[in-house]
């Protein structure tokens, strides 16, 4: 085989391995849980990978796999009438392993509760709560999700406050340890709108 052929074979299997998982987690959510579904969007999604130019595969794939996806989405959506709702689907990962059980269960039932209220939240918002939980800028998920900088931060700002409304998010977030800067998951915004 060609060299091109190569590099490009070797770049689509790096991009399914490191975002395949978080690619269906993601439509999952946009399909509310139905994983047959989300599984042919992330799908679709790596087919569109396969044909593009090998030039474009260099770099930072994951708002292009992301808006891709989103878009596979919508479109099943427009056609089968059913409302993309993201649901509370939001892994373990956003929390460190801890080895004494008391803490893994205590943020356990934390992110439990972040997922009821997650839940609650209106689907843009969802949405956008999701996405910025993978780690995604506002201008990324402005991107993929097709929409102004601006509407992303005014829908994050409006999550993460009704997520910090709860006495018990409240209570977590001010406890002394939240300072501590392994901590991964951060709630606060900083005063430009963004997360520290």
Same mark, same amino acid.
């Given at each position: 085989?060609?060299?091109?052929?190569?590099?490009?074979?070797?770049?689509?299997?790096?991009? $399914?391995?490191?975002? &395949? =998982? @978080? #690619?269906?987690?993601? +439509?999952? !959510?946009?399909?509310?849980?139905?994983?047959?579904?989300? *599984?042919?969007?992330?799908?679709?999604?790596? $087919?569109?990978?396969? &044909? =593009? @130019? #090998?030039?474009?595969? +260099?770099? !930072?794939?994951?708002?292009?796999?992301?808006?891709?996806? *989103?878009?596979?989405?919508?479109?099943?959506?427009?056609?089968?009438?059913?409302? @993309?709702?993201?649901?509370?689907?939001?892994?373990?990962?956003?929390?460190?392993?801890?080895?004494?059980?008391?803490?893994?269960?205590?943020?356990?039932?934390?992110?439990?509760?972040?997922?009821?209220?997650?839940?609650?939240?209106?689907?843009?918002?969802?949405?956008?709560?999701?996405?910025?939980?993978?780690?995604?800028?506002?201008?990324?998920?402005?991107?993929?999700?097709?929409?102004?900088?601006?509407?992303?931060?005014?829908?994050?700002?409006?999550?993460?406050?009704?997520?910090?409304?709860?006495?018990?998010?409240?209570?977590?977030?001010?406890?002394?340890?939240?300072?501590?800067?392994?901590?991964?998951?951060?709630?606060?915004?900083?005063?430009?709108?963004?997360?520290?």
């Amino acid at each position: 085989m060609p060299e091109p052929v190569e590099r490009q074979k070797e770049l689509v299997l790096n991009a $399914l391995d490191q975002f &395949e =998982r @978080p #690619l269906l987690r993601y +439509a999952k !959510n946009l399909f509310n849980g139905d994983e047959e579904a989300a *599984r042919d969007a992330v799908q679709h999604t790596f $087919l569109k990978l396969c &044909e =593009r @130019p #090998l030039a474009n595969l +260099a770099g !930072n794939q994951a708002p292009w796999l992301y808006t891709v996806c *989103r878009n596979r989405a919508m479109d099943v959506w427009r056609r089968s009438k059913r409302e @993309p709702i993201t649901d509370n689907q939001h892994s373990n990962a956003v929390f460190a392993r801890e080895t004494e059980p008391s803490i893994a269960m205590e943020k356990s039932a934390m992110l439990q509760l972040v997922r009821e209220l997650i839940s609650n939240l209106a689907s843009s918002e969802r949405e956008v709560a999701d996405l910025w939980s993978q780690g995604f800028s506002n201008k990324e998920m402005a991107k993929i999700t097709d929409r102004s900088e601006g509407a992303i931060r005014v829908c994050l700002h409006r999550a993460i406050k009704s997520l910090r409304a709860n006495s018990a998010i409240k209570m977590w977030i001010t406890a002394d340890e939240f300072n501590d800067p392994t901590r991964p998951l951060t709630l606060a915004p900083t005063e430009t709108g963004q997360r520290k």
